[in-house]
C-alpha cells in the first residue's frame, strides 16, 4: 500500500483564503491593513526568490507590503537602523529580516534589534521564551505550518510519538517545543534526534510521526520508517539535474519513492511543507496586525 500524500499547496491555499478574508473584515471594521516589510540583504538566489514569492502572497491576501534589498556590503549598523525605522512606522505590523545574512552581520544581534511584536518569524528571544512556556506569541513559519499540516490532515498528535531529526532553531526546536505543549493538536511526547546520535533510524524507526529537518537530500529512506508513520519532509535542497531547465531540481530530506511505501501519509517535496511557510506568515501578519 502506498502513503497518501498530504497537499500542502491545497492546505496552503485554504489558510491564504481565510486570511483574505479576515483582512478584508480588519480593514472594514478597524480601518487597518496588515503591513509586512522585507530586508534583503545581499545577493543570495534562494532569498531573493523567497521573498518574491512572500511578497506575491502579500499581495494576494490584500496586505501592504515593502522590500528594502541592500547591498551585501551593508554594515550591521546600518541594517539595526533600517528595522528601527520599521519598528517605529506604524503601517508596518511585521518585519521580516531574510536569513542567511552575510557573516560580518550577527544574526542574533538583528534578530533581538525587531520589535517582538513585529516579529512574524517568531525568531526573538522573547518570542522563543514564551512559546517554551506555552504563552500566545508569534510562531516560527515553517514549525507553525507543520502543525496545521498535521491537524488539517485529520492526524491525532496526542499521545503520539514524533521524532524530530534536526535541532535548528527554525525548525527543530520550535517544532518540538509546539508539539510537545499540553495544548490542542499538540500534547505528543517528542524526541529531538541529532547529529550527535550516532545511528539515527534507532530514533527514527520509533516514530508516529517522523519530522525531517536536518538539510541533507534524501537521507531518511524507507527502511528508517515504522511501518505506518506519518512523515513531514521539511527538506529543501537543491542537487544537480542536468535534464533541469536550470541545472538542479529540489529533492527533500526523506527518500520519497522507498517512504511512500512504508508511511501512510507523506509530504511531497515541493508542495509539502514548503507551501505552508509562506501562508503562516501571511497568517502571522495578520495576527500581528491584530495586536495593535
Ligand atoms: N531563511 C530560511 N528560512 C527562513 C525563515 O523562515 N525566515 C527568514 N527570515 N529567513 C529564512
Redesign the pocket.
Known amino acids: 500500500m502506498l502513503a497518501k500524500i498530504i497537499d500542502g499547496k491545497k492546505i496552503a491555499e485554504e489558510i491564504k483564503e481565510e486570511v483574505k478574508q479576515k483582512t478584508l473584515q480588519l480593514k472594514s471594521e478597524k480601518g487597518i491593513t496588515p503591513g509586512l516589510a522585507f530586508i534583503l540583504v545581499g545577493e543570495n538566489p534562494a ?1 531573493q526568490s ?1 521573498v518574491k514569492s512572500k511578497n506575491k502572497t502579500c499581495e494576494e491576501v490584500g496586505f501592504y507590503s515593502i522590500t528594502e534589498k541592500l547591498p551585501s556590503s551593508t554594515t550591521q549598523q546600518e541594517v539595526i537602523q533600517l528595522i528601527k525605522k520599521f519598528n517605529n512606522n506604524g503601517k508596518i505590523h511585521g518585519i ?5 545574512l552575510p557573516t560580518h552581520i550577527d544574526e542574533q544581534k538583528i534578530i533581538e534589534a525587531i520589535d517582538y511584536r513585529k516579529d512574524v ?1 517568531g525568531f526573538h528571544p522573547i518570542n522563543v521564551g514564551k512559546l517554551v512556556i506555552g504563552q500566545e506569541c508569534l510562531r ?3 514549525p507553525a505550518g507543520i502543525q496545521e499540516l498535521l491537524m488539517r490532515s485529520g492526524v491525532e498528535i496526542s499521545g503520539k510519538h514524533v521524532v524530530v531529526v534536526g535541532r535548528s532553531n ?1 525548525v527543530g526546536k520550535p517544532i518540538a517545543n509546539i508539539l510537545m505543549q499540553k495544548q490542542k493538536g499538540a500534547n505528543a511526547v517528542v524526541t529531538i534526534a541529532h547529529t550527535g546520535a550516532g545511528d539515527i533510524s534507532f530514533y527514527t524507526k520509533q516514530a508516529d510521526i517522523l519530522i525531517a529537518a536536518i538539510g541533507k537530500p534524501k537521507i531518511i529512506t524507507g527502511a528508517m520508517i515504522k511501518p505506518g508513520a506519518v512523515v513531514i519532509d521539511v527538506g529543501i535542497n537543491r542537487v544537480d539535474d542536468l535534464t533541469a531547465k536550470n541545472g538542479y531540481r529540489i529533492v527533500g530530506d526523506v527518500d520519497f519513492d522507498s517512504a511512500v511505501k512504508v508511511a501512510s501519509l507523506i509530504t511531497p517535496v515541493p508542495g509539502g511543507v514548503g507551501p505552508m ?1 509562506i501562508a503562516m506568515l501571511m497568517s502571522n501578519t495578520l495576527k500581528a496586525a491584530q495586536y495593535v
Open positions: 532569498s523567497y521580516l529580516v531574510q536569513l542567511p518569524d516560527p513559519c515553517t527554525i511557510t
